[in-house]
Antibody, heavy 118, light 113 residues
């Protein structure tokens, strides 16, 4: 069974950085794309970006709203995907999910809450 | 960006009755190369992450009960729950993966009447 577990959320001040992790288990690491999405409190879902599998070159694509501020990467040795977030804004407050896949997303992790506030 | 608009925003259905959720995209999401629609449906129960129900507009994900079905093509899509069960109470989202950024509908809340 594929499982994804996010960590690294918490309280951050505006302008600061935060790195989220997505620990994977039960899948062939390197053969899957990974996406990051978020959901602001009481709101809908927003796609942030995905990173292709190593098989397909490992490049990433991002939503315009986070391009240049957020970076998605793999750590092969630890079967972990990362979301590095910089120049955080109060609007970035949300539950952040990692999810397997590049086009549709299945499964999703349980999410980690990021609160950006001074 | 492709705008996804769902209707209604919420609906209440009696147990065993049909629930129908509509999703309209601002431009066609039909992928001409394979004649498939780049449209997925998700279910999100309170306090849980979303769960994939349908991909390619009408392909049911493994393990999803067959009372859930997807239909439509081009710009107009429908998620149907043929016989609503108590455990189907959730918010349902459509999502297009035709052009980046992938975008979601605003969600439809389904409740028991």
């Amino acid at each position: 069974e594929v499982q994804l577990v996010e960590s690294g959320g918490g309280l951050a001040q505006p302008g600061r950085s935060l790195r989220l992790s997505c620990k994977t288990s039960g899948l062939s690491f390197g053969d899957n794309a990974m996406s990051w999405l978020r959901q602001a409190p009481g709101k809908g879902l927003e796609w942030l970006g995905f990173i292709r599998s190593k098989t397909y070159g490992g490049a990433a694509e991002y939503a315009a709203s986070v391009k240049g501020r957020f970076n998605i990467s793999w750590d092969d040795s630890k079967t972990i995907a990362y979301l590095q977030m910089s120049s955080l804004k109060t609007d970035d407050t949300a539950v952040y999910y990692c999810a397997l896949g590049a086009l549709w997303f299945d499964p999703w992790g349980q999410g980690t809450l990021v609160t950006v506030s001074s | 960006d492709i705008v996804m608009t769902q209707s209604p925003d919420s609906l209440a259905v009696s147990p065993g009755e049909r629930a129908t959720i509509n999703c309209k995209s601002s431009q066609s999401v039909l992928y001409s190369s394979n004649n498939k629609n780049d449209l997925a449906w998700y279910q999100q129960k309170p306090g849980q992450p979303p769960k994939l129900l349908i991909y390619w507009a009408s392909s049911r994900e493994s393990g999803v009960p067959d009372r859930f079905s997807g239909s439509g093509s081009g710009t107009d899509f429908t998620l149907t729950i043929s016989s609503l069960q108590a455990e189907d109470v959730a918010v349902y989202y459509c999502q297009q993966h035709h052009d980046t950024p992938w975008t979601f509908g605003q969600g439809t809340k389904v409740e028991i009447k």
